[in-house]
């Protein structure tokens, strides 16, 4: 499809385990974001690729938390040792343009992921 | 700091009722983006405006219009003639930089 993909769509796991989410971005895009939300909440940043460059981190809860995107087109989000406080919905988002360009095109989102930790 | 505060957390109204969702935004920003998206239960936010800050124009597209007003930080939604296929969370998120700010979102159900 042409839309952002994000796999699995359901996740469960027990608590300490490691997971691992996939985004596929709309092909092209420069940006790419992922976002946690949790229940009765909005999402709230975690992390911002310009291609394979990871520019921004700050939202990301612990060291426990990495994403990747080593060609700048599929990302993943990796959590190691999974907490009951890690439950939430994880939302990709994809844009088309990088910072500095004054393009303003919304960003794009996928479904998301629901990890739910045991 | 950047905030956005959607003080309504569920709205219930009748099929073919007229709602108002609300927006208040805070930043420090002179030029600035703001957006709203429906997120439905399949979980998807879909994209419904986008405003920027110099554009102060009321805008419609169907059953649905936006009111911006820069003198009280509000960017408003309204639904006209309301439809069960209305039902979801709306939010209202600001851009700040590249990442959005969202607000907490307000759950819209809409009786048949």
């Known amino acids: 499809g042409a839309g952002v993909s994000q796999s699995p769509r359901y996740k469960v796991a027990k608590r300490g385990q490691d997971v691992a989410l996939r985004c596929d971005p709309i092909?092209?895009?420069?940006?790419l974001f992922w976002y946690q939300q949790a229940l009765g909440q909005g999402p709230e940043f975690l992390t911002y690729?310009?291609?394979?460059?990871?520019?921004?981190k700050s939202g990301l809860p612990s060291d426990r938390f990495f994403a990747e995107r080593p060609e700048g087109s599929v990302s993943t989000l990796k959590i190691q040792r999974t907490q009951q406080e890690d439950s939430a919905v994880y939302l990709c988002?994809?844009?088309?343009?990088?910072?500095?360009?004054?393009?303003?095109?919304?960003?794009?989102f996928g479904d998301g992921t629901r990890l739910s930790i045991l | 700091a950047q905030k956005v505060t959607q003080a309504q957390t569920e709205i219930s109204v009748v099929e073919k009722e007229d709602v108002t969702l609300d927006c208040v935004y805070e930043?420090?920003?002179?030029?600035?983006?703001l957006f709203w998206y429906k997120q439905p239960p399949s979980g998807e936010l879909v994209f419904l405006i986008r405003?920027?800050?110099?554009?102060?124009q009321n805008e419609i597209s169907g059953r649905y219009s936006w009111n911006f007003q820069k003198s009280t930080s509000s960017f408003n939604f309204t639904i006209t003639a309301s439809q069960v296929v209305d039902s979801a969370v709306y939010f209202c998120?600001?851009?700040?930089?590249?990442?959005?700010?969202f607000g907490t979102g307000t759950r819209l159900k809409v009786l048949a």
């Open positions: 405003r920027n800050s110099f554009d102060e």
């Open positions: 690729f310009q291609n394979e460059a990871q520019l921004d």
């Open positions: 988002a994809s844009s088309p343009a990088g910072l500095g360009t004054g393009d303003s095109r919304p960003q794009h």
């Open positions: 998120a600001l851009r700040e930089s590249y990442k959005y700010i």
């Open positions: 930043t420090r920003d002179t030029t600035y983006y």
């Open positions: 092909s092209g895009h420069v940006s």
